[in-house]
């Protein structure tokens, strides 16, 4: 044997020593030093660029990636390298277009389907994402996490049937409990409606966090939050402190700040309390779901504002309780929520919000000692150019 290709040989065993070791660095040393005596090898090419990305300098990999894959086109995981860097840069069509290869290439492993499935999602792609989930089943018909995707791209076409089967299948192959019961009871109309599962609603607004305020003001005109404030403004009254329930990226602490004292913000999304965070209007931003911080907190407010939040919330019978007991005598308590379309008090909608009628929301008034001191019939915002209607209170 050629003594170039001997050492090739040598530093490249080496190299995979350390990377399935978990020695990223030493073993790029090593595939690096080994394509110096073997320069072109897809082997060593696809192996370098593997550890570069995995290393994190994509950069520098994507080059021995493309090489690699040009030099053997059914390099499994250089493709894959490929493909993630794409869904890294939000490329989604040249992403789908690997993940195509890919499933060529390995037509029983279901995963490179459900990547892109989700890949069409992000493009509004509803029934290529429902081909792509259907081609996952065809690998592997107990993958649950497919039957659960093929359900909810079901649930959005309004196949409300369709999709009940698919959750349903979705937990009798082992699929995530709490998440597709929430599913299931979003088309099916239970008699006990479950909470939100605090794992869904989190990474739901962090990775939507980056474009939420553009998406919501600009694409689903919202409106609710100027909406909601617009009568206690026009009242020009002035709080020492002010809770905001739910605050999101800021859109109601920008028109609280001129009229608080002190404003504090609550959310469930870490990356959405960054994006509040960058406003300077806040004196502290609060890391939790709503029940579970208003359970525990002892700080009173004059002000307490939820502006379209409660649709992630479902039952409030304990949010009221909690708010009643934070509220300082002749505080206001001023929310939204979505209306039911069924006729039922409280209602898990197929668009996974929930709707709480007028009559829920008097209720609970009655029952922790408030006062509906107004209310008023709006729209919060659109979906798909329809109006969605809600209800505006003022409670005290």
């Given at each position: 044997?050629?003594?170039?290709?001997?050492?090739?040989?040598?530093?490249?065993?080496?190299?995979?020593?350390?990377?399935?070791?978990?020695?990223?660095?030493?073993?790029?040393?090593?595939?690096?030093?080994?394509?110096?005596?073997?320069?072109?090898?897809?082997?060593?090419?696809?192996?370098?660029?593997?550890?570069?990305?995995?290393?994190?300098?994509?950069?520098?990999?994507?080059?021995?990636?493309?090489?690699?894959?040009?030099?053997?086109?059914?390099?499994?995981?250089?493709?894959?390298?490929?493909?993630?860097?794409?869904?890294?840069k939000e490329a989604w069509q040249q992403a789908i277009k690997i993940f195509e290869r890919l499933c060529a290439l390995r037509p029983k492993q279901a995963?490179?389907?459900?990547?892109?499935?989700?890949?069409?999602?992000?493009?509004?792609?509803?029934?290529?994402?429902?081909?792509?989930?259907?081609?996952?089943?065809?690998?592997?018909?107990?993958?649950?996490?497919?039957?659960?995707?093929?359900?909810?791209?079901?649930?959005?076409?309004?196949?409300?049937?369709?999709?009940?089967?698919?959750?349903?299948?979705?937990?009798?192959?082992?699929?995530?409990?709490?998440?597709?019961?929430?599913?299931?009871?979003?088309?099916?109309?239970?008699?006990?409606?479950?909470?939100?599962?605090?794992?869904?609603?989190?990474?739901?607004?962090?990775?939507?966090?980056?474009?939420?305020?553009?998406?919501?003001?600009?694409?689903?005109?919202?409106?609710?939050?100027?909406?909601?404030?617009?009568?206690?403004?026009?009242?020009?009254?002035?709080?020492?402190?002010?809770?905001?329930?739910?605050?999101?990226?800021?859109?109601?602490?920008?028109?609280?700040?001129?009229?608080?004292?002190?404003?504090?913000?609550?959310?469930?999304?870490?990356?959405?309390?960054?994006?509040?965070?960058?406003?300077?209007?806040?004196?502290?931003?609060?890391?939790a779901d709503l029940p579970s911080y208003l359970a525990t907190a002892d700080e009173k407010a004059d002000l307490i504002v939820a502006a379209d939040v409660?649709?992630?919330?479902?039952?409030?019978?304990?949010?009221?309780?909690?708010v009643r007991r934070l509220l300082n005598p002749g505080g206001w308590f001023a929310f939204t929520v979505e209306l039911p379309t069924n006729g039922e008090?409280?209602?898990?909608?197929?668009?996974?919000?929930?709707?709480?009628?007028?009559?829920?929301?008097?209720?609970?008034?009655?029952?922790?000692?408030?006062?509906?001191?107004?209310?008023?019939?709006?729209?919060?915002?659109?979906?798909?150019?329809?109006?969605?209607?809600?209800?505006?209170?003022?409670?005290?």
């Amino acid at each position: 044997m050629d003594d170039s290709l001997q050492r090739a040989k040598h530093h490249f065993s080496l190299g995979i020593e350390h990377f399935e070791s978990g020695r990223l660095e030493q073993a790029r040393v090593e595939f690096e030093t080994a394509l110096q005596f073997a320069p072109g090898r897809p082997s060593l090419l696809g192996n370098l660029g593997i550890t570069l990305f995995q290393l994190g300098r994509r950069d520098e990999a994507l080059p021995y990636l493309q090489a690699a894959t040009e030099a053997d086109p059914e390099h499994v995981e250089a493709w894959t390298c490929l493909a993630l860097d794409c869904e890294a840069k939000e490329a989604w069509q040249q992403a789908i277009k690997i993940f195509e290869r890919l499933c060529a290439l390995r037509p029983k492993q279901a995963s490179f389907a459900m990547r892109k499935g989700e890949c069409h999602l992000r493009l509004g792609q509803m029934q290529e994402a429902l081909h792509a989930f259907d081609s996952a089943l065809v690998a592997d018909l107990e993958h649950a996490d497919a039957w659960s995707a093929r359900g909810s791209v079901l649930r959005e076409l309004h196949k409300l049937e369709e999709a009940a089967h698919c959750f349903r299948k979705a937990l009798a192959c082992g699929g995530d409990a709490e998440l597709n019961h929430y599913y299931l009871a979003s088309v099916s109309g239970p008699e006990v409606i479950p909470p939100p599962p605090r794992a869904y609603v989190e990474t739901l607004f962090d990775d939507y966090a980056h474009s939420f305020q553009q998406h919501v003001v600009q694409n689903l005109r919202y409106r609710g939050h100027e909406l909601l404030l617009q009568p206690l403004l026009e009242k020009q009254l002035r709080f020492r402190r002010a809770l905001d329930l739910g605050c999101g990226t800021g859109l109601c602490g920008q028109l609280l700040r001129p009229v608080t004292e002190v404003l504090d913000g609550v959310d469930i999304s870490q990356a959405m309390l960054e994006q509040a965070g960058r406003t300077g209007i806040y004196r502290q931003l609060i890391h939790a779901d709503l029940p579970s911080y208003l359970a525990t907190a002892d700080e009173k407010a004059d002000l307490i504002v939820a502006a379209d939040v409660f649709i992630y919330v479902g039952e409030l019978a304990s949010v009221f309780q909690s708010v009643r007991r934070l509220l300082n005598p002749g505080g206001w308590f001023a929310f939204t929520v979505e209306l039911p379309t069924n006729g039922e008090d409280l209602q898990l909608q197929p668009s996974l919000r929930y709707a709480h009628s007028e009559t829920y929301i008097r209720q609970l008034a009655n029952a922790f000692g408030f006062e509906v001191s107004d209310r008023f019939a709006a729209p919060l915002r659109e979906d798909q150019g329809t109006p969605i209607q809600g209800m505006y209170f003022y409670l005290r």
